[in-house]
């Protein structure tokens, strides 16, 4: 678009974008880290698939997905490819609109808005899987993860700062373009106050106060403290005397307790040697007790017998 401001500053905006690009893509560990993020995920999806601490972990890799769609380096690529070599003192020359540039700004708030989500849920599984570690619970694998969410948050600290840097370096320079007699989209309105969406509630590092370590209730691991500088008390403990619970029981006589079951001692049955005496009683014997064995076998006099050799028996008789 034709532009005929000759204080454009040219220089300052193409020194601001190179180095916010050249800050960009020297964050290699930051793409490794998202790589093995995604890959742990595919990994072990089913053995930390009711965990809350895993499920950040999820929603930080599509946070970390999304990154790429907002594709802002490739913006910022284009952005320069518009700008003039050089601005002329008399004469106009081609440069981007100011609702381009509104476009860009958007994109930059995107960017940070998934930068703060991807630090938040980074801060909440890392504490899931700190308990993982004291417990003892998948002891290697989440040693590994806690490696991978400190390399993203470390990085991501980084981008976050200089992305929000980089908005506030830009954003003056907005009404230096020139803007459009028509819009492309009447009914679509940029905010015009780009400062709010950056609170210091929104902000990656904040200035916290240092804890009272007395009132903590942490491991002493955590803290580089010597041991012979803490005082030590001499506590003995207490053993709390038992109280017996006195329990009001009323009329003990009209209680229903149910009818007395009469449980009687089951008696073996016992062969009578006296009944085989001649070979028909011993056939009937046989016709019975084969009977009884197809029914239940455990419940038979002959239960010790096994089904062979109760078969030779039948044949002999």
């Known amino acids: ?7 454009f500053p040219l220089s300052q905006l193409k020194n601001t974008v190179k180095n916010y690009l ?3 893509e020297c964050q290699q560990k930051l793409d490794e880290a ?3 993020c995604s890959r742990m995920i595919a990994k072990r999806k089913s053995s930390f698939r009711h965990d809350i601490g895993f499920k950040h972990m999820c929603k930080m890799n599509v946070a ?3 990154i790429f769609r907002v594709n802002l380096k490739e913006i910022l690529r284009n952005f320069m490819s518009m700008l003039p070599d050089y601005v002329p003192k008399t004469a106009t020359f081609e440069s981007p609109s100011k609702e381009y540039f509104d476009y860009l700004l958007l994109r930059v ?3 940070h808005k998934l930068l703060i989500r991807i630090s938040q849920c980074c801060k909440q599984s890392a504490g899931f899987f700190m308990q993982h570690i004291q417990n003892g619970f998948y002891l290697e694998t989440a040693t590994f993860i806690m490696a991978i969410l400190g390399t993203i948050y470390s990085s991501i600290q980084m981008l976050g700062n200089r992305t929000e840097k980089f908005y506030k370096e830009l954003l003056p320079l907005r009404n230096q373009f020139p803007t459009r007699v028509v819009d492309a989209e009447e009914s679509y309105k940029f905010p015009k106050c780009l400062e709010k969406y950056f609170t210091d509630e929104q902000k990656i590092i904040t200035k916290q106060p240092t804890p009272d370590l007395n009132k903590l209730d942490l491991p002493n691991f955590f803290f580089n403290c010597d041991e012979e500088a803490i005082p030590k008390q001499d506590i003995k403990p207490t053993k709390k005397p038992k109280q017996a619970v006195l329990v009001d029981i009323k009329d003990n006589k009209n209680l229903d307790l149910g009818v007395a079951l009469s449980r009687d001692s089951l008696q073996p049955k016992k062969l009578d040697f006296e009944n085989f005496k001649t070979v028909d009683n011993i056939k009937k014997f046989i016709m019975t007790e084969s009977k009884e ?8 006099v002959t239960s010790k017998i096994s089904d062979k050799e109760w ?3 039948k044949k002999g008789f």
């Open 1 to 7: 678009m034709p532009c005929s401001n000759n204080n």
């Open 22 to 24: 050249a800050f960009c």
């Open 34 to 36: 998202a790589a093995y």
């Open 64 to 66: 970390l997905c999304r």
């Open 109 to 111: 708030i995107c960017m």
């Open 293 to 300: 064995r197809k029914k239940a076998i455990h419940d038979c």
């Open 311 to 313: 078969k030779l028996l």
